[in-house]
């Protein structure tokens, strides 16, 4: 079981909005703002596209965006594309127990 | 061109040891915290272990604690994860990764990740 809980799956049409969401506890999310997320297309490497809650590193599309209320982040990907059809995974830094990164479940993203 | 670069995965049996390096170039290595994130095929991605740039600060997953040692070589430019113990569970590729950070978590880079089989 994973320590952040996202939803198995979601879906939406092209050009539509989505938003996946990443709950975590007070240890996580609720205390540090070093949430991140990573996509991962079939058989690639994952990729981060957003960090520290809501920061997209160079090169990362505008249509990806990040947020944070309490212990649930959420990543929103505005104007769906066929090429952003693939699993997502959300992480924290953490100080509970001796782990100090810990990931969501991920979420495989359909788009129709 | 930065490039992470992991080696030494394999096939090897329940109770064996491996080490696993990583390679880095095209960035200045000793300014990074670097982490090693593992992952089943078709299942999620699992943070592994941690290591400060001058290496005097390591953090481990529990599942992993007292049975790995994260390490690095800044003068080679290179991290290393040995693995003692190895149980079927710890089978999975496992990736290199820089933290762009501040140790963090924020992992900006991954390497093609090396598998490693534990057979029992």
């Known amino acids: 079981q994973s320590a952040l809980t996202q939803p198995a799956s979601v879906s939406g049409s092209p050009g539509q909005s989505i938003t996946i969401s990443c709950t975590g506890t007070s240890s996580d999310i609720g205390t540090y703002n070093y949430v991140s997320w990573y996509q991962q297309h079939p058989g690639k490497v994952p990729k981060l596209m957003i960090y520290e809650v809501y920061n997209r590193p160079s090169g990362v599309s505008n249509r990806f965006s990040g947020s944070k209320s309490g212990n649930t982040a959420s990543l929103t990907i505005s104007g769906l594309q066929a090429e952003d059809e693939a699993d997502y995974y959300c992480s924290s830094y953490t100080h509970s127990s001796t782990n100090t990164v810990v990931f969501g479940g991920g979420t495989k993203l359909t788009v129709l | 061109e930065m490039q992470l670069v992991e080696s030494g995965g394999g096939l090897v049996q329940s109770g064996g040891s491996l080490r696993l390096s990583c390679a880095a170039s095209?960035?200045?290595?000793?300014?990074?915290?670097m982490h090693w994130v593992r992952q089943v095929p078709g299942k999620g991605l699992v943070w592994v272990s941690r290591i400060n740039k001058d290496g005097s600060t390591t953090n481990y997953a529990d599942s992993v604690k007292g049975r790995v040692t994260i390490s690095r070589d800044n003068a080679k430019n290179t991290m290393y994860l040995q693995m003692n113990s190895l149980r079927a569970e710890d089978t999975a590729v496992y990736y290199c990764t820089r933290d762009e950070v501040i140790g963090s978590g924020s992992l900006g880079h991954w390497g093609q990740g090396t598998l490693v089989t534990v057979s029992s």
């Open positions: 095209g960035f200045t290595f000793n300014s990074y915290w």
